[in-house]
């Protein structure tokens, strides 16, 4: 008579041949073997598609957040500006520019004395430097803001936690801002708004990017300051229909909360960000996500590491596991930059460059006041007239690379600045002379739209919004200096945007070209990576 099988035999006649696969933590179901380990960039290039849909809808989400930057920044052109004026009594001459020398009374703002900061607050004549103030204020802010916040969005908020704190910050004292009850209050606002403001587009470009393909990446990046011009220009319209200065901060404030609300929350964290902050499972998700969103299929056994640390073996995956559930996140701030003889060079020569861009592009752009014609049709204009230098940089970046198009487009810039400088301001020179400030914003707008996208690929993942937060602060001293530049008027103006132009040029020389080059994770992983080329 056969024996009864025991208890234990048969559960093992009954269990599955081959186990079921074991679930991550962040979702879903791991391999049982790592087959591959790839950094994002190969993950991308190899398995998720480099621009597909899922880039296309995140890229074009996220730089929405430029036009608020746009609305923010320059709605001080507008509510700053000094109304026209007329005369109401006898002894009042209109044949002056200025109210300053005629009798008070004798005469009133066109539009009343609430159409502009200026006409309410008297901000004229001997407190004409208050408008100066408030501006160089704003640019304040941005300052401490870009450092700030780039350092946050490197550690522990990350890319979109940063965002949207900015955004929020921005909605809320431009809100404020419209009910300041005398004008250092709304310097006060003014600056607390440059503060947040200086981290929106910083954010927002790293996190659009990020998840682009290294082939893919640069025209992405210089596509981004399309929505800042356009931002811009929509801005011009609004403020056609709101005349008011402070209905026109409560409208251009509104667009930050609809971003919170409606664009923000289908905006996924940067996987890199994840990644190195030890948060494997979660990069991986979203790179799954990333491969589905574009129709393409990631498999199993493949999995994120990073740049220093990718090899191609096979491991069990609860062997993987327990080492990325131990692993520490890896961090770095600007200090790690200063310590590392590869990116200290770089930081020192692209602040300086910033800087010098600032000037100038900020410089050019505040002569358009000096046109005398619409104000609302002069901002539109340039606005248009910078979209044709994002096109032709971003056409040309991937073929002439990074550096060549850094150096061309300064050097444009600074001679035609120069030689606006030498040109007469009288009869038909100074239709020349105001060609020649087209050109040189045009060249510079190119330089500005690049100079994000070459910034971000100088330096790793660990220390990239350090790195162009300290080159926004640098951009944000030269627009704090600019105006100072343009009021000495003439000649000089032109002269100084000139030689900025031509110095930056020449450093541009001493960057590396990054042009199809890995878009590093860690500083030993750039260390080796540049040492082996």
């Not at 933590?25 to 380990?37: L, M």
């Not at 957040?65 to 009042?92: S, Y």
């Not at 927002?204 to 811009?232: C, D, H, N, Q, W």
């Not at 200065?245 to 909360?257: E, G, N, Q, T, V």
Request: with cysteine; charged share 15%.
């Amino acid at each position: 008579m056969p024996n009864k099988p025991s208890s234990s035999a048969s559960a093992d006649l009954y269990s599955p041949l081959i186990p079921p696969p074991a679930k991550s933590p962040a979702g879903g179901y791991e391999p049982t073997t790592i087959s591959e380990k790839l950094c994002i960039d190969d993950m991308l290039r190899k398995y998720c598609g480099e621009f597909g849909y899922w880039q296309l809808r995140h890229f074009v989400l996220t730089s929405l957040a430029w036009a608020l930057e746009a609305f923010h920044t320059m709605v001080m052109i507008f509510a700053d500006r000094e109304p026209e004026w007329r005369c109401v009594e006898q002894g009042c001459s209109t044949g002056g520019k200025s109210v300053c020398g005629i009798e008070p009374g004798s005469w009133v703002w066109i539009g009343g004395a609430g159409s502009s900061t200026v006409s309410e607050w008297g901000l004229v004549c001997g407190e004409k430097y208050k408008v100066g103030l408030v501006q160089a204020l704003f640019f304040c802010g941005c300052m401490f803001g870009a450092g700030t916040f780039g350092h946050l969005s490197d550690s522990k908020l990350g890319r979109k936690g940063s965002l949207t704190v900015v955004c929020i910050l921005n909605a809320v004292f431009g809100f404020l801002t419209a009910f300041s009850p005398n004008y250092w209050t709304y310097a006060l606002l003014r600056l607390l708004t440059g503060f947040s403001t200086g981290g929106v587009g910083l954010c927002a470009f790293v996190l659009a990017t990020e998840p682009v393909g290294p082939t893919k990446r640069g025209v992405a990046g210089m596509s981004t300051f399309y929505f800042f011009s356009g931002g811009i220009a929509i801005l011009s319209g609004v403020a056609y229909i709101f005349q008011s200065w402070r209905s026109l901060y409560i409208a251009s404030s509104i667009p930050s909360f609809l971003f919170l609300v409606t664009v923000l929350p289908f905006i996924s964290e940067s996987p890199r960000w994840y990644l190195v902050r030890g948060k494997v499972s979660h990069a991986m998700k979203i790179m799954r996500d990333i491969a589905k969103g574009n129709k393409k299929e990631l498999p199993g056994g493949v999995t994120l590491a990073l740049d220093d640390e990718a090899i191609d073996n096979t491991q069990t995956i609860k062997a993987e596991l327990e080492a990325l559930q131990t692993k520490e996140p890896i961090t770095g701030s600007v200090i790690d930059v200063f310590k590392s003889p590869v990116t200290r060079l770089r930081l020192f020569i692209t602040v300086a460059i910033s800087f010098m861009c600032s000037v100038v592009y900020y410089g050019l752009s505040l002569n358009v006041v000096n046109l005398e014609t619409n104000l609302y049709i002069n901002v539109l204009v340039n606005a248009v007239a910078e979209m044709p230098a994002f096109l032709l940089t971003a056409v040309l970046l991937d073929k002439f690379g990074r550096k060549p198009l850094g150096i061309g487009t300064q050097l444009f810039s600074g001679f035609f600045c120069v030689l606006g400088s030498v040109l007469r301001g009288h009869g038909m020179w100074k239709v020349v002379r105001m060609v020649c400030g087209v050109l040189g914003i045009f060249g510079m707008a190119g330089t500005y739209n690049l100079l994000f996208i070459y910034t971000m690929e100088l330096f790793p993942t660990v220390v990239r919004n350090a790195a162009l937060g300290c080159a926004a602060q640098a951009g944000q001293m030269g627009a704090i200096l600019a105006p100072f530049v343009v009021v000495l008027g003439g000649g000089f103006p032109f002269a100084v945007f000139g030689v900025c132009g031509i110095v930056g040029g020449a450093l541009t020389f001493y960057l590396p070209e990054t042009l199809h080059q890995p878009l590093y994770d860690t500083m030993a992983g750039m260390e080796d990576g540049e040492s082996a080329i």
